[in-house]
């Protein structure tokens, strides 16, 4: 008789679990303040809130939940598909990005395959990989987090099946030109998942290249500049032959109705859109100004800001900013991150001003 726990999968013991932002009920619980006087600027939501005309779809939609949605959220595909420029059959879409990457993972990635990821990077793209029973080849970012495109090139071997690109990259906020995607896209066969999550805070999308290329997806998702993270909508744009293996092997009504009707909504709100990305460009720039004379900030193009507080440690400051209930992130927990780094969400103008405020003080003493 084997003992149940003998059964586990092997690639499942390596895996280090999945570390979320704090949440608001975290900081209630752990240190007694009250949620009203809690910022959150751990894990790069809307500050704004959601479209009003989110929220409105989900009201309408709520008396037909007895009924399951569409099977491929096709409404919500085509509309997507119109938005970024494709036709319908080159976009697929999950539970968030993450629900888009574990698909993606089931197409290509087996015990004895693996997968390269620039490190420090959004962490759940080699815990989706490992469960697969992938193995990732990590390559160190350089000193001003820039991916070594060569050393990407050099790691690929017979079992790569998917290069991971972040861009925006989560943390550092920087992007990947053009040249450099296309290098590893023309070296190889294997997939490259460019992953597009911040890209709406930038003017840099790439996903122009999926019609020139076989081998490129960019994935995207409705969490950030949509405002949706909490109804888990993510797409990814593919070559077609991809959109049609990726349709046999994804969870069937992965996409909910109130998912779908928020998320046509929230496509057709230009003007929250609009305010949205206004609020980031202004707000990063605000941070990065109070900040830069105080500690390093890394220039970015994404919702967030990264900062070296070094030689304090992040897990301390970040520490001291909870308990006068500011929340950001921390990033020890990001693979070659070291322990002097943190994130911070671009806030609303009051917000921001009550960060740089309280970090001033700390990185002052
Ligand atoms: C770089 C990056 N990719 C993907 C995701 C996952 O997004 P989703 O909420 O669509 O699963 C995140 C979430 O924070 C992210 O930072």
Known sequence: MTNSKDLLKESIKGIAEYVPGKSTEDIVAGYGIEPGDIIKLGSNENPLGPSTMAVEAVRTMADSISVYPSVDAGELRRALAAYVGYPEDMVVMGAGMDGVVDTLMRLFVHPGTSAIIPTPTFSYFEIALRAAGGTPVFVKRQGDYSVDIQA?????????????????????????????????????????????????FSSNSLVGLISEYDNLVVGRTMSKAMGLAGLRIGYAVVPNWIFREYMKATTPFAISRIAVAAGLAALEDTDYRKKTIENVDVGRKFLTEQLSNHCRVYPSQANFILIDVSPKKSRDVAETLLKSGIIVRDCTSFRDAGDGLIRITVGTPDQNRRVVDTLHTILDS
């Open 152 to 200: 990407v090139i050099s790691s690929l071997d017979d079992t790569t099946r998917l290069i991971y690109l972040c861009s925006p990259n989560n943390p550092s906020g920087n992007t990947i030109p053009e040249d450099d995607v296309r290098a590893v896209v023309e070296s190889t066969d294997a997939i490259v998942f460019l992953d597009e999550a911040y890209v709406d």
